[in-house]
């Protein structure tokens, strides 16, 4: 998954985190903290455990109850710019993942305990899937009493819409997990025109025989399926309300929350949804009445109002955003501020991506991996508590993670080697001068890490043009395969606990298209064919596989530069409660909060 932070992207969501702080009410103690609690890589270890598929007892609402919570009052959110996305099936950003909890349902969620494990329940369906055919065939069942927004009970043929509407030119930016692995890497070829001409995809690949039953066929076994379908991109689109293109900008809601108002650009107001019955859901509350979207708050601003908590700051929080960099010790060594941060190790990794269809010397993507600063990158978004030194693209909170990988020795250089750097340019014929285009989201620490970078590669003799793009459509920009830049910083993460959600979406030769997540375009056979054999084998040998194409990647081809590991850290006012680090979103967890004097 993308993230969206001051930072980014898809992904949105299985996420990762470690432990979590609970925020308190106002505090007199103004007291130095002294203690360094950023997170550090044995916390992510934690986050690597396997997810648990919960039964019907487990999918049965209402939610458990969250101590000490009040109903009533709006939360105020503070956020930098629009979502990217609206409609489930183009979310793959992790904004719209914290907003499609409030709004959207899927089969399945991810329902997550007091100490960040994660156990996939059912949600609209009854319970996390029953599986058959040794894993080739899953069958989920609808609750009773599930309706829109709008009071049209959600059925089976809902749920087939809204997976066929994916195979549609409708949709160019969300996952694509499932289309693959019901009709293949050309999955659109299969139902080209989605549902929206009257046909349908087989009932040997999908079948609704009832309203009630939605049964998936294929070819081969998908174990991981219950967590697929869980991603917000995999979200319920109502039939009857589905306006294909203009859905992105008004969703029908099925979640505890609806948009009563939203103004591009400037806002978004989310009111209750009337037509959600809680005695549905085990994962979500309502306890506010409301959210209130600000969306031209820059993290500068939103940290300066956080940390002054008056007003209504008090009762506002940072979406995906994270504390300034440039103010961070000030939430930091201030004990009364810093009890009101959540913070959590990420599941993204850093890279810079080269466009391999103009960067194609590899030695000249060498010597740039070699030449990056990765420690002057980290401070640039907020320092230990920001971020740490990555030596490959598999993040901490991956099972079988090495922290000892570092095949360009950043650990021992960690601010870059340019005389490394400067002979692999000689060896490649470089001459001087050479115009670099390099793409940035208009962010704080976009802002800076191109400084950064202009400066680090203007030393190795490059002429870097530095193109700024508007942070809400910055993965749609660079996600054209003819977009016209050489590199860009992108940031991924597992969408769940699994090497396979990394590489496939990311490396995959056979996936580079326009709205995909294989941002390099890299094409290698051995990569390709590795990922086909690896997604059939067992998980121990699979494990092995995955080690083995993570380093073909890194070594042998080098598409992205490693260049951090993501962590998180996020302040909310005084008046929030339940504020909690979210394993799943690997933000503030949504679906928690309340006010403590509504």
Not at 573 to 587: D, K, P, Q, V
Request: charged residues 25%; contains cysteine; positive net charge.
């Amino acid at each position: 998954m993308k993230p969206i932070r001051s930072r980014s992207a898809r992904v949105i969501i299985v996420a990762a985190a470690a432990g979590s702080l609970a925020l308190t009410g106002c505090s007199k103690d103004n007291g130095k903290n002294t203690k360094d609690d950023s997170k550090s890589q044995q916390d992510a270890k934690s986050q690597s455990t396997p997810v648990v598929y919960g039964d019907a007892a487990a999918s049965n609402g209402p939610a458990a109850e969250v101590p000490g919570a009040k109903p009533g009052g709006i939360i105020n959110v503070y956020m930098q710019s629009d979502l990217s996305h609206m409609d489930p099936g183009q979310i793959y950003v992790s904004d719209a993942g914290q907003f499609s909890n409030l709004v959207h349902r899927g089969l399945t969620n991810f329902q997550e305990d007091e100490k960040g494990n994660l156990t996939v329940v059912g949600d609209v369906a009854t319970d996390s899937g029953k599986s058959s055919d040794g894993g080739k065939t899953w069958t989920f069942t609808i609750k009773d009493g599930i309706k829109d927004q709008n009071g049209n009970v959600i059925t089976s043929a809902d749920f087939r819409h809204t997976i066929e509407r994916m195979y549609s030119k409708v949709i160019f930016d969300g996952p694509s997990y499932i289309q693959s692995w019901l009709s293949g890497s050309d999955y659109r070829k299969a139902l080209p025109d989605g549902p929206y001409k009257g046909k349908h995809l087989p009932d040997s690949v999908l079948a609704t025989p009832d309203a009630k039953t939605v049964v998936f066929k294929f070819k081969d076994p998908q174990p991981d399926l219950p967590q697929a379908l869980a991603m917000p991109g995999y979200s319920i689109v109502p039939a009857k309300a589905d306006t294909q293109a203009k859905y992105d900008k008004a969703p029908s809601a099925i979640g505890p929350y609806k948009i009563s108002e939203y103004k591009a650009g400037k806002s978004l107001k989310l009111v209750k949804n009337t037509n959600w019955d809680p005695k549905t859901d085990s994962v979500r509350h309502q306890y506010v009445d409301g959210y209130n979207f600000t969306t031209t708050i820059d993290q500068a601003s939103q940290t300066k109002r956080l940390i002054a908590d008056q007003g209504d700051a008090k009762n506002a929080i940072q979406f995906t955003d994270s504390v300034d960099p440039a103010q961070m010790q000030s939430v930091i060594n201030n004990a009364a501020v810093n009890k009101r941060t959540v913070k959590g190790y990420q599941p993204y990794v850093w890279q810079m991506t080269f466009n391999l269809d103009r960067m194609k010397d590899k030695k000249i993507r060498d010597a740039i991996t070699y030449a990056i600063p990765n420690q002057r990158m980290i401070q640039a978004d907020g320092g230990r508590y920001g971020g740490e030194l990555a030596g490959g693209l598999f993040a901490p909170t991956l099972p079988g993670f090495d922290p000892k990988y570092d095949p360009f020795g950043k650990l021992k250089t960690p601010n870059g080697n340019p005389e490394k750097a400067k002979e692999l340019l000689k060896e490649a014929g470089f001459k001087k001068g050479q115009k670099l285009s390099y793409a940035y989201s208009n962010t704080p620490r976009g802002q800076k890490q191109m400084v950064i970078i202009k400066d680090a590669l203007n030393g190795l003799g490059f002429d870097v043009q530095a193109k700024e793009i508007d942070r809400a459509s910055f993965y749609e920009q660079i996600g054209k395969v003819n977009n016209s830049f050489d590199l860009y910083m992108t940031g991924w993460g597992q969408d769940w606990p699994s090497p396979g959600t990394v590489v496939t979406p990311v490396y995959d030769g056979e996936l580079v298209s326009d709205g995909g997540s294989n941002y390099s375009h890299i094409k290698d056979p051995e990569v390709t064919n590795g990922i086909n054999e690896a997604v059939k084998l067992q998980p121990a040998e699979a494990a092995k596989k995955w080690t083995e194409i993570h380093k073909r990647i890194v070594e042998g081809v080098n598409p992205a530069a490693p260049v951090y590991y993501s962590k998180q850290i996020q302040l909310s006012g005084s008046n929030i409660g339940g504020a909690r680090y979210s394993t799943e979103s690997s933000y503030i967890d949504i679906d928690n909060l309340y006010l403590i004097n509504p």
